[in-house]
């Protein structure tokens, strides 16, 4: 069976994002330099549709695979609004997107084959839809916090990514926050690293 | 010249020890699960004088050289004060150990090679007392959480390595804890893990 799993950029001390954090600053103060590494990367300058070209390397092969493994989406409603105004035109997805939200709206087609859904039923029916839209292929948990706190918590998520950034950002955004010992357990299945990051990789284990 | 360095083993949420610490549950609920990697070591296993052979492997190996390289300790009083019930008549560390505190206290000759002296004057003191007594060996900041971020402000720390057990403890003591961006800026220099813990090593940047 498909799998669920969430891929996230996070600081030495734990931080998926840095303080005063408002749609001008989505990733909050020093956030953009949590993702150094992946902006490097010739696979996500192309998927974002940026200038100069990228890095091949083993974390262009990384972050290839993790976009290439993902068939569908679930992704909470800050995030979205935060990266409604940031992506481009065609959004680096390339998959259906199912946006956690209390405000019904219909599908937002975008180019380049993303296209987000508002589901309003919950994130449970949110992961279901995104199941059946992945067709066969993995779901990300694309983020914010609180999305993966969620489906860690409901047990829905079988392997995960940190890419620890050697950094530390003081306040913010922490993605392990108030999560019960219970609520988590796993086994390490990889671990890499560059000059800018390491990349830990875990299967959940039930 | 000799290195200044910590190695501490946390949870993926960052604590180095969990909740209602005591002299009686030093490691705080959960906190002997985060270090069940090293108890398996052949090494760390003799050195403890403990019953039943670890394992040889590359985590075994591992906890050697960080051992080896060590010529002498700074230490933190709360550290000690836990350690002088618990560890057994011939410490581990075999080398000499520098205390701080605010107590004066004789020189605590014990049997393997491990001093422990209680120096009042402050860490900085403590770590040139240190660097001296290891003779070109490297000095290790043992804990508690409390001295290593002491030292990390200080801008005193060479080199640094986690042991990140694949497990939350939800609540605890944190190892990076209020410490602004500046007070530290790393470079990965190497990650491996096992089953039990992802094992990584940076390199401070000035």
Same mark, same amino acid.
């Given at each position: 069976m498909a799998s669920v799993f969430f891929d996230v950029g996070v600081s030495l001390d734990g931080f998926m994002a840095g @303080?005063? #954090? #408002? %749609? @001008?600053n989505p990733l909050g103060d020093g956030g953009v330099a949590l993702h150094e590494w992946v902006f490097r990367t010739a696979f996500f300058r192309e998927r974002l549709g940026l200038p100069e070209a990228g890095e091949r390397s083993d974390e262009d092969a990384l972050v290839r695979r993790v976009f290439e493994r993902a068939g569908a989406y679930v992704m909470g409603r800050r995030m979205f609004d935060e990266g409604e105004v940031g992506w481009p035109e065609a959004p680096p997805f390339r998959a259906p997107v199912f946006v956690l939200t209390h405000t019904p709206r219909e599908p937002w087609v975008r180019k380049g084959g993303t296209t987000f859904h508002f589901v309003t039923e919950g994130a449970d029916r949110a992961l279901a839809l995104a199941r059946e839209a992945a067709q066969g292929r993995d !779901? #990300? !948990?694309? =983020?914010? @916090?609180?999305?993966? #706190?969620?489906?860690?918590? @409901?047990?829905?998520?079988?392997?995960?990514?940190?890419?620890?950034? %050697?950094?530390?950002? =003081?306040?913010?955004?922490?993605l392990f926050d108030a999560l019960v010992p219970a609520a988590l357990r796993a086994e390490p299945v990889a671990a890499s690293h560059s000059r800018l990051a390491t990349h830990l990789h875990y299967r959940v284990l039930r």
């Open positions: @303080a005063n #954090r #408002r %749609p @001008a !779901v #990300r !948990v694309s =983020g914010g @916090a609180d999305t993966i #706190r969620q489906c860690i918590e @409901a047990g829905w998520i079988d392997d995960f990514t940190l890419h620890v950034a %050697p950094m530390l950002m =003081g306040e913010g955004l922490r």
